[in-house]
């Protein structure tokens, strides 16, 4: 089946992934795979979505399991050739309430969220195509101003996060120091925010503009990744807590994984659920919606 276009969403059996889901199958001119984590509960969305009149495939994907990555790299290389669109729509987030210790927390999120979703990145990134599409969701906890502990160690992190020069092995090593500080206790001293989600996505937005300029200069023609803010969305992840549905946190996904050929403006860059781009790094950071 190669030529056959292809789209891929990461942790689409639910939530905004599903969402995306629906505007990729009514918009996308190919096919279009819901992975998930949990099989049973990926076919089970994937049915519904086909009851529903759209057709969708399914494949197993867990981006905290380099085993699961590689397998379902390989499927896609050898069944297509390779692919068009990539969602990393894939993450975790720890609840207000939540009693593990905040070392754990920081642990677990920064290795599904950044290190699952640059793993996924390393793996399926070179069987993109030219012209390719991909989309990494961040949140309005990515945008940078968002690194708020105490100074002057915040302004040093941020300045780290914002180099034109970042490697993708420095964010790593950025977020590995977080997760270091936040079991010794000592985070925000350091200048680190007290959110685990929030240094996550700011690394996932960071680690946008460093794929960008690495697909600039990529021999394949036209690949463009983006980053974005879907909107506080009624999700689980939420805890249903949001004023957008679904459909609404997927119209700024779906709009940049389908943007058209040759875009000039539009590429490393960090938009907000209203497809406005925002300046990542000096802000003013708009409101939470």
Not at 66 to 77: G, H, L, N, P, T
């Amino acid at each position: 089946m190669a030529g056959k276009r292809v789209a891929v969403v990461t942790g689409a059996n639910k939530g905004i992934g599903f969402g995306i889901m629906k505007e990729l199958c009514a918009k996308f001119d190919g096919i279009v795979y819901l992975t998930s984590r949990d099989e049973g509960r990926g076919l089970a969305a994937v049915k519904n979505l086909n009851e529903a009149g759209h057709q969708a495939q399914y494949h197993q994907l867990d981006i905290d399991n380099i085993e699961s990555i590689k397998k379902f790299a390989e499927y896609i290389k050898t069944k297509y050739g390779g692919f068009d669109v990539l969602v990393n729509n894939a993450a975790i987030a720890y609840k207000n309430a939540a009693t593990e210790p905040f070392g754990e927390q920081a642990e677990n999120t920064i290795r599904v969220n950044v290190i699952g979703t640059l793993n996924a990145c390393r793996e399926l990134f070179p069987l993109l195509r030219p012209g390719a599409r991909v989309v990494n969701i961040s949140s309005s906890c990515g945008h940078l101003l968002r690194i708020n502990g105490s100074e002057p160690a915040a302004s040093a992190l941020r300045k780290k996060f914002a180099s034109p020069t970042l490697t993708e092995d420095e964010i790593v090593s950025l977020v590995n120091q977080f997760v270091e500080a936040a079991k010794a206790g000592d985070w925000q001293e350091k200048g680190w925010p007290n959110s685990t989600y929030v240094v996550s996505k700011v690394a996932v937005s960071a680690l946008t503009r460093v794929q960008q300029r690495a697909f600039d200069a990529d021999p394949r023609k036209d690949i463009v990744v983006n980053n974005c803010h879907p909107g506080y969305v009624d999700t689980d992840m939420t805890s249903h807590k949001g004023p957008l549905t679904i459909e609404q946190g997927a119209v700024c996904p779906s709009y940049l994984a389908l943007l058209p050929p040759d875009v000039k403006d539009l590429r490393g860059a960090y938009l907000w659920y209203d497809k406005q781009v925002v300046d990542w790094e000096n802000g003013p950071t708009p409101s939470v919606v």
